[in-house]
């Protein structure tokens, strides 16, 4: 099976811009997508396809690929953007979905 | 307005077989359809289990095959995930999600709130 690697922990001071990668996928053919995931509640979508928001989501948030590498940008971060974040695609086979192994967001 | 709500026993024994069920609302298993099962354990990441389509095709992780099936409620608005030999391992919070066969661009784009299966003598 495929595995996702993300960075276990990055930190954001208020305002500022962070990204998340996602490394290992085969993005030339899958597009990665993002979930927001804090404690209690369901994940949520949060970028999905080339660089697509879904309703509601604030478009500080963007998406992007290279290679095998996917990316979430946070542009502003605010404190509500605290969270885990965790990138999916379709595994090699294309017949599986695998998530990466995720990010923990902190803004200071 | 499209809802998933998990539903099933929050403490299972050792070797024991958990049945969880997906009910939906607000969308039909109707062409393209998916839904999926997602797990998380305590502090750990994401691993998806299992995908039920709209015909019928079933995927399931290939580490965990062998333990899973999927079966569709009659009703057609319920997905049933049944997991055997239950490991305190498998301890986690159990996620069900709607998916589209047709689209790359996602994995699930609604889930529901999760329930937490706790695996325990």
């Known amino acids: 099976s495929s595995e996702l690697t993300q960075d276990p922990t990055v930190s954001v001071a208020l305002g500022q811009t962070v990204t998340i990668t996602c490394q290992g996928g085969i993005f030339r053919s899958y597009y990665a997508s993002w979930y927001q995931v804090k404690p209690g509640q369901a994940p949520l979508l949060v970028m999905f396809g080339k660089n697509n928001r879904p309703s509601g989501i604030p478009d500080r948030f963007s998406g992007s690929r290279s290679g095998s590498t996917a990316s979430l940008t946070i542009t502003g971060a605010q404190a509500e953007d605290e969270a885990d974040y965790f990138c999916c695609s379709r595994d090699h086979s294309g017949s599986h979905l695998v998530f990466g192994s995720g990010t923990k967001v902190t803004v200071l | 307005q499209i809802t998933l709500k998990e539903s099933g026993p929050t403490l299972v024994k050792p070797t024991q077989t958990l049945t969880l069920t997906c009910t939906f609302s607000?969308?039909?298993?109707?062409?393209?359809?998916?839904v999926g099962w997602i797990r998380q354990p305590p502090g750990q990441a994401l691993e998806w289990l299992a995908l039920?389509?709209?015909?019928?095709?079933?995927r399931y992780n290939p580490s965990l095959r062998g333990r899973l099936t999927l079966t569709k409620d009659t009703s057609e608005n319920q997905v049933v995930l049944t997991m055997t030999d239950m490991d305190p391992v498998d301890t986690a919070t159990y996620f069900c999600?709607?998916?589209?066969?047709?689209?790359?661009?996602?994995?699930?784009?609604?889930w529901g709130q999760g329930t937490l299966v706790t695996v325990s003598s």
């Open positions: 999600a709607r998916s589209d066969y047709y689209s790359d661009d996602f994995c699930f784009d609604y």
């Open positions: 039920f389509y709209w015909d019928g095709d079933k």
């Open positions: 607000g969308f039909s298993l109707s062409s393209g359809v998916g």
